[in-house]
């Protein structure tokens, strides 16, 4: 699944999308500073769109993000790991 991080319209925000997987019912977007520490948790924002705008993330930071489209099987199978600056 490709993913994409683009700029949000404020400081601090991003813009995350993904490629539409069939038969997904909603979408798990996680992200985390980088460099990403052994017990960091990731940040996850769920949403039954493949787009969102993601807010609060300190400008000038490196993220790391991923997607997860989810159905009816508890399993995830995450997306590879994009890594960016937010703006």
């Known amino acids: 699944m490709g993913i994409s991080v683009k700029p949000g319209v404020i400081n601090g925000s991003v813009v995350i999308c993904c490629d539409a997987v069939r038969g ?37 930071g490196q993220y790391t993000f991923r997607i997860a489209a989810a159905g009816s099987s508890a399993s995830r199978i995450w997306s590879d790991k994009l890594v960016t600056y937010v703006l």
Do not use: D, M
């Open 24 to 60: 997904a019912r909603f979408y798990e977007f996680a992200y985390n500073e980088t460099p990403l520490a052994e017990k960091r948790i990731w940040q996850e924002q769920t949403s039954t769109r493949r787009k969102i705008l993601i807010t609060g993330l300190v400008s000038g």
